[in-house]
């Protein structure tokens, strides 16, 4: 178990909750009557104060707590240790339970998994004078220090923390840019660490250079290598880092190290720690530079600039935002005003205190990725490794596509509130494909093609995209690129390449897939033929909501025909309970001599139980299926409960839902399809209730760049877009009584949920704009145009609201 100062302030909570929603959901309550009205609670005011940077940092959440903006692409933030320097104790660079800090690094990845990436040019104030080379400190032991949660602070735009050394770290950040306070104690010699090549994965090559006269540190770092442990494909400079550090206090004493060998006096090095047999950094290998003050300096104070692009845009970065008459106090306070004008777009009343906190964390973490990858100047570096300028009309050029999770609902949140935003980001995925040869990345890390995952996730992010609103970049352009992409196989499509983790395809086995519908499990050049086929049908129905929005009716047919193509790895008869998705061979036998539902065989993270349920656009056709919509709603309730009927959240049956990953995110949603909304409600709440809290192990998995936080922001509010592809949002109770999503289209969706909280998360009646409905969705129109959503509430389940088969949201069968 995790141990930290509020941990059995945590563990009662949880054990509330979980008793809580215990009762709710297993008790027979009196007749259902809507809750009583009340006064309209007031929208949470500042919702910078209710954002806990260090929620998610435990418990395999894998974000981080340091300073950043919006979408900025510098995070500063600390590098914890568990004493091995080659290794992190978490993707994202920290982790709550770990006791040592050996840097603070001026990129970071959220939630994401593998071994993590970025964590780039760490650097650590250091007490004492340098006395051997850092790199060689190999466990962490010297240039690393112990640090206490009582003596850490982490808002929206800035962190601080007092180390165990007698150092003090204060760091806040603008886009590009850092401003950092040092402090270290009286009459000791104070030093700040520019461990140049340790980035999160290491790096094929770093230099260093120091120049006391101007009082800066410059340099830049080579690195990728993500998931390099996982597959040989990306154990490879992805992209170049470039910084520059500018100081306002002179320095007494400078030197270098490369490997084992410290220089004092030097002022250059170069050298990566390159990657072991493993893929993990070299022991002992790299290189870096350190700067030392007088013993009477307590604090200092240092500029950092970064850029993707040249040392120049560094430099030009740092100028054009955080000049030096820019004091700490006013980019401190900048950050926070940036982050309130982004949070305030959803504005929610009432709730207890915790549920606040942990909606706007949620929030502010889906707000982090995709990250600005251009300079004050326009120019960014592209997918095919040279210098670009942004085109006429776009405002800025994003990096980073963790698009197998984020498909699923970032993006989509991300175009409601930010349409401009989400706009520029489709049309950067667009221009990295076109630098590439039109090949879209399922996963990018910067500008750099990493191939992590399956499927072609990027068609399903820019239809919700649009959907949501986005559609300020050159659709058609995009469109026809990814028809193309879908439609004529490449040589990347029939190689195994970097398989299984980082296959380089696509549309792995297209040609296959083309001809039979479907990926096969004996030659599918992929991860896992039967997941594969279902991203792609996916994809498909993505292709078809883009085209025909574009009003291509032909090509729309055609793509919603091949989004069928899940039923092709549909076993009617696979057993027990008849119909699970399965991997199939080629001559169409089904893979394997016999058949678990747990089985991993043709899946990617996930079993064919919890893949089962990943049929997002035609949800009857899926229960018809299963034999029919009574049918479905039993498999359902066996996926979420024990057989006593208590919710099953813990992901260790494979044969039950996995909250903790993104196939079946969507699950508790299609009980909404399927004549039984009450137990979409049951399920969401009794998940926001169990597993989301404001602590650090407060985020159930990993966030996966603000996915699993999207996923709980939407379900809070009462909607969610289980067709990715689509605007349509099915409908839960409500989590806050009132409500308000300021689109960025300038419309504003209110809701109204009278009486919300633990004593009535059943819905007993919906009023759009005034109009009692009892279906269990809305259409995109509430999100395009906005309105009034009044959810009334109950105690106990309505049996009549929204069950009839025409209340349901709709489905898209393959056939029209």
């Not at 009662?12 to 009557?33: D, E, F, K, M, R």
């Not at 996995?658 to 699950?667: F, G, M, S, V, Y």
């Not at 137990?679 to 760049?705: C, F, H, K, M, S």
């Not at 009584?737 to 059943?762: D, F, K, M, N």
Request: negative net charge; charged residues 20%; proline residues 6%.
């Amino acid at each position: 178990m995790t141990t930290f100062p509020s941990a059995r302030r945590a563990l009662l909570a949880g054990t509330l909750a979980t008793v809580l929603a215990g009762g709710l959901l297993t008790t027979v309550a009196a007749p259902a009557q809507a809750a009583p009205a009340s006064r309209a609670p007031a929208l949470v005011s500042d919702p910078v104060r209710a954002v806990d940077p260090l929620i998610g940092t435990s418990n395999a959440g894998n974000t981080y707590p340091g300073a950043v903006r919006p979408y900025g692409m510098l995070s500063w933030s600390p590098q914890t240790s568990t004493g091995t320097q080659t290794k992190n104790p978490a993707p994202g660079g920290y982790r709550y339970d770990a006791t040592r800090i050996r840097g603070f690094s001026l990129t970071h990845l959220s939630g994401v998994g593998c071994s993590g990436a970025a964590g780039d040019i760490p650097i650590m104030p250091h007490v004492g004078e340098v006395t051997g080379s850092p790199s060689a400190d190999t466990g962490d032991a010297t240039y690393a220090s112990d640090f206490g949660h009582d003596h850490e602070k982490a808002t929206a735009g800035r962190y601080q923390v007092a180390l165990d050394s007698g150092a003090t770290a204060d760091l806040t950040a603008t886009t590009r840019t850092g401003t950092g306070r040092f402090g270290f104690p009286d009459g000791k010699t104070g030093s700040l660490l520019f461990r140049t090549s340790n980035s999160e994965s290491g790096s094929t090559d770093a230099h260093v250079r120091v120049d006391a006269a101007r009082r800066t540190v410059t340099g830049s770092v080579d690195a990728g290598n993500f998931c390099g442990p996982q597959s040989e494909n990306n154990r490879h400079q992805l992209y170049t880092l470039h910084f520059t550090a500018h100081f306002d206090t002179p320095f007494a004493a400078t030197g270098t190290w490369h490997d084992g060998d410290l220089r004092p006096g030097t002022t250059e090095a170069s050298g990566g720690t390159g990657y072991d047999d493993n893929g993990n950094p070299r022991a002992g290998k790299g290189s870096g530079a350190y700067v030392s003050f007088a013993k009477d300096v307590r604090q200092i104070q240092v500029k950092v600039g970064i850029s993707y692009v040249s040392a120049e845009g560094a430099e030009a970065n740092l100028r054009e935002e955080n000049p030096a008459s820019a004091s700490f106090a006013d980019t401190a306070s900048d950050a926070a005003a940036q982050w309130r004008g982004e949070l305030r777009k959803i504005g929610v009343g009432g709730g207890t205190e915790a549920q606040r906190r942990t909606f706007y964390t949620a929030l502010y973490h889906s707000m982090l990725e995709p990250t600005v990858a251009n300079d004050v100047d326009g120019r960014y570096t592209g997918a095919d490794g040279r210098a670009h300028r942004l085109a006429k009309g776009r405002r800025a050029q994003y990096g980073t596509f963790s698009g197998w999770d984020q498909y699923r609902a970032q993006v989509q949140l991300m175009a409601w509130l930010s349409p401009e935003a989400a706009s520029d980001y489709a049309q950067s995925l667009y221009t990295y494909a076109g630098q590439r040869g039109g090949e879209w990345d399922r996963w990018l890390l910067q500008q750099g093609k990493t191939s992590v995952m399956s499927g072609d996730p990027s068609a399903v992010a820019l239809a919700g995209m649009y959907a949501f609103g986005a559609r300020d970049f050159d659709v058609r352009g995009a469109v026809d690129s990814l028809v193309h992409a879908a439609t004529v196989p490449t040589a990347n499509d029939s190689s195994d390449a970097g398989c299984q983790v980082e296959c380089v395809g696509q549309r792995p086995s297209l040609d296959f897939y083309l001809d039979h519908g479907y990926v096969p499990a004996d030659d599918c050049h992929c991860w896992g033929g039967a997941a594969e086929t279902l991203e792609d049908a996916a994809a498909d129905y993505g292709l078809s909501e883009l085209t025909g929005a574009l009003g291509d009716r032909d090509r729309q047919a055609g793509f919603l025909r091949r989004s069928g193509a899940w039923s092709n790895v549909f076993d009617p008869d696979a057993t027990p309970q008849a119909g699970w998705m399965r991997d199939r061979n080629r001559d169409g036998t089904w893979a394997g001599d016999t058949f678990d539902p747990t089985t991993g065989d043709g899946f990617v993270e996930g079993s064919s139980a919890r893949y089962t349920w990943m049929v997002y656009s035609d949800v009857a056709g899926l229960a018809q299926a299963m034999g029919g919509r009574d049918k479905a709603v039993e498999r359902l309730d066996s996926f979420f409960r024990t057989p006593d009927g208590t919710f099953d959240f813990s992901a260790k049956d494979d044969t039950r839902y996995d909250p903790t990953n993104e196939p079946d995110i969507n699950a508790p949603y299609l009980y909404d399809y399927l004549g039984q909304p009450a137990r979409t409600q049951e399920t969401v709440r009794a998940e926001l209730d169990q597993l989301w809290t404001d602590t650090p192990g407060g985020i159930p998995g990993n966030d996966d760049a603000g996915t699993m936080s999207a996923w709980y922001v939407f379900s809070a509010l009462g909607v969610y877009p289980q067709v990715p592809a689509r605007a349509d949002l099915a409908l839960t109770s409500p989590l806050f009584p009132r409500a308000e999503v300021r689109g960025g289209h300038g419309r504003t969706l209110r809701i109204e949920a009278p009486g919300a909280g633990a004593s009535a998360p059943y819905i007993q009646g919906v009023r759009v704009n005034g109009t009692s409905s009892d279906r269990t969705w809305v259409p995109a129109s509430t999100v395009l145009r906005g309105g009034t959503l009044k959810f009334s509430l109950g105690a106990a389940p309505d049996k009549e609201w929204g069950t009839a088969p025409r209340d349901a949201p709709p489905s898209f069968p393959a056939g029209g």
